[in-house]
C-alpha cells in the first residue's frame, strides 16, 4: 500500500481532459458514485493516472472521495482499495483515441463539461452527472433546457398512444421546442417520428421514411426537433428496428449517449439514461405506461430534479394507461392532453440484447445496482468465469462472489461445471 501514486507517468497521461475522460466512460460505469467522486477530487487525469498505476489505495485521496460523497449524501462506501478493483479489469480494453476516432467517423464527437456547449441543465445532477456525452448527428448545440420537452412511454403501446404521442410532438416542434426520448419502440419511436415530420416537411417520415438534405452549417447550428439519449454507444443503434428512424434522428437532430462506442445496453444502462432525460429537459410526459413501466422512472427522475412532470389520461379499462392514472393519483403528475397543455406546464417553472425495463418483471424488485449489474452480465446461454464477469460488470471478484451466491439463492444465477449463467425460468 502507498500514499502517494505518480503523476504523469501512466498510458494516457499528458494526453488530456478530453481523452482521460472518454477513457474513464469506458473503464466506469453510469452514475458510478465512486468514480464520479474520484473525478471530482482529483480531475479527470489525475483519477484516470490513479487507475492505471500499480497503487492499491493512497490515504489522501480515500479522504477527499470520502468528503465528496458526504457532500452528495453518500456516507458510506467500500472504499478506494475495492473501487480500483472494479475498474482495473477493464484497462484492457481502454482506447479512447480509437473511440475518438470511431465517433468521429460517424459524424459525431465527445462533449464534456469542460466544454462551452455542455448542457448547462445536468449541473442539476450534481455528482451523478455524465462523465461525457458522445454525440452522433449534424446538429452540433444541445438546446436550452426550457425549450426541451422529454416524451416518453411504454414500448407496446396502444393506437390511442401512438396517435395522441405523435400529435403532442408534432405540435411541440411547430411550438419551438425540441422533443427528447430514447429511440426505443413505441411511444418513444413515435415521439420522434411526429418531431421528424415537422422538421423535414414529409408527412412519409411518420412511417420512418427517407431523411431530407444535409444541413448547412447554420442549421446545424439551429435548435434540433429531436433529441435521442441512448442506453448503449452511438454507433450500434438499439434496438434494430428503428435503425433507420434512429439515422434519421441524425441527419436531423442528434443522439447522444454516456457510454462509449461499442458499448451494449443492459438494463442498469437503460435505467440510469432515464435521469438524463429527465435532467435535460424542462418537463417530462407520460403518455402511456402500465402500472410499473420503466418510464415512471424518468418521471421520478424529473420530480426528484424539479421539473414539471405530466401525465396523459386514457381508458380507465387500459392497462397501458394505469401508470398515468398512478401519476395522477398520487399527484407526482398534472394532466395534460395536448401540447398547449404541455408548453404552459413547462413554462410554469422558468421561461435483442435486453429488453427495455418494463417493471413488469417482479423478479427484478430489492436488486441492488451491484447486483443488477451482475445480473445483466450473466450470459443466457452459455456459462461464464468470474474472471469475465469481473470485467463485464465492472465489479471485483469478492463483489461478483457475494453477488453470485445472492443471485443463486434467488433463483437468478446458475452454477455449472464451466462457470455460471444466468437461470431461464
Known amino acids: 500500500m502507498s500514499d502517494s501514486h505518480p ?18 466512460t469506458r473503464l466506469m460505469e ?34 477527499e472521495v470520502t468528503e465528496v460523497l458526504a457532500a452528495a ?11 480500483l478493483t472494479r475498474w482495473r479489469p477493464r484497462l484492457v480494453d481502454i482506447a479512447p ?27 442539476d445532477l450534481e455528482l451523478g452527472a455524465p462523465i461525457a ?13 426550457s425549450r426541451c420537452i422529454a416524451v416518453v412511454g411504454s414500448r407496446d403501446c396502444t393506437s390511442y398512444g401512438a396517435n395522441v404521442t405523435a400529435e403532442i410532438a408534432t405540435s411541440l416542434v411547430q411550438r419551438n421546442f425540441t422533443v427528447v426520448s430514447g429511440g426505443a419502440y413505441g411511444i418513444d419511436a413515435h415521439a420522434h417520428r411526429g418531431a421528424l415530420a415537422v422538421a423535414s416537411g414529409a408527412s412519409a417520415l411518420m412511417a420512418g421514411g427517407s431523411p431530407s438534405l444535409p444541413l448547412t452549417k ?16 452511438v454507433d450500434r443503434f438499439y434496438p434494430s428496428g428503428n435503425d433507420e428512424l434512429l439515422h434519421t434522428i441524425t441527419e436531423q437532430g442528434m443522439v447522444l449517449a454516456e457510454v462509449p462506442p461499442g458499448t451494449n445496453p443492459t438494463r442498469y444502462r437503460f435505467l440510469q439514461r432515464n435521469r438524463l432525460i429527465a435532467a435535460l429537459c424542462q418537463a417530462t410526459v407520460v403518455v402511456e405506461a402500465r402500472w410499473r413501466s420503466g418510464a415512471l422512472n424518468t418521471a421520478h427522475h424529473a420530480a426528484t430534479l424539479s421539473r414539471m412532470v405530466g401525465a396523459v ?11 398515468c392514472h398512478r401519476l395522477l393519483k398520487e399527484g407526482a403528475a398534472v394532466c395534460v392532453t395536448d401540447a398547449a397543455d404541455i408548453a404552459e406546464l413547462a413554462g410554469s ?39 469475465k464477469l469481473c470485467v463485464v460488470a465492472g465489479l471485483s471478484a469478492q463483489t461478483v462472489l457475494s453477488g453470485l451466491g445472492r443471485l443463486e439463492v434467488m433463483g437468478l444465477a446458475e452454477r455449472l461445471a464451466s462457470g455460471w449463467k444466468r437461470r431461464i425460468w
Not at 425495463?357 to 461464464?384: E, F, H, I, M, V
Open 7 to 24: 503523476r504523469g507517468s501512466v498510458a494516457w497521461a499528458g494526453h488530456g481532459i478530453r481523452v482521460a475522460r472518454a477513457a474513464l
Open 30 to 63: 453510469p452514475a458510478d458514485m465512486p468514480g464520479l467522486a474520484l473525478i471530482e477530487a482529483l480531475g479527470p487525469e489525475e483519477a484516470l493516472a490513479l487507475i492505471e498505476s500499480t497503487v492499491d489505495s493512497d490515504a489522501t485521496v480515500e479522504r
Open 73 to 83: 449524501g453518500t456516507r458510506r462506501w467500500s472504499g478506494l482499495a475495492e473501487a
Open 97 to 123: 483515441q480509437r473511440d475518438l476516432d470511431t465517433v468521429r467517423r460517424f459524424g459525431g464527437g465527445l462533449i464534456i463539461p469542460e466544454d462551452d456547449g455542455w448542457p448547462q441543465a445536468l449541473h
Open 133 to 145: 456525452l458522445w454525440r452522433r448527428g449534424t446538429r452540433t448545440l444541445f438546446p436550452e433546457q
Open 218 to 233: 447554420r442549421e446545424s447550428e439551429a435548435q434540433p426537433p429531436t433529441v435521442a439519449v441512448m442506453a448503449g454507444g
Open 313 to 323: 389520461p386514457g381508458s380507465v379499462y387500459s392497462a397501458n394507461s394505469a401508470g
Open 349 to 387: 417553472i422558468g421561461e435483442h440484447l435486453v429488453d427495455e425495463p418494463t417493471g413488469d418483471d417482479a423478479l427484478y424488485d430489492g436488486l441492488g445496482t451491484q447486483d443488477l449489474l451482475l445480473l445483466d452480465a450473466l450470459p443466457l446461454r452459455t456459462a461464464t468465469t468470474v474472471d
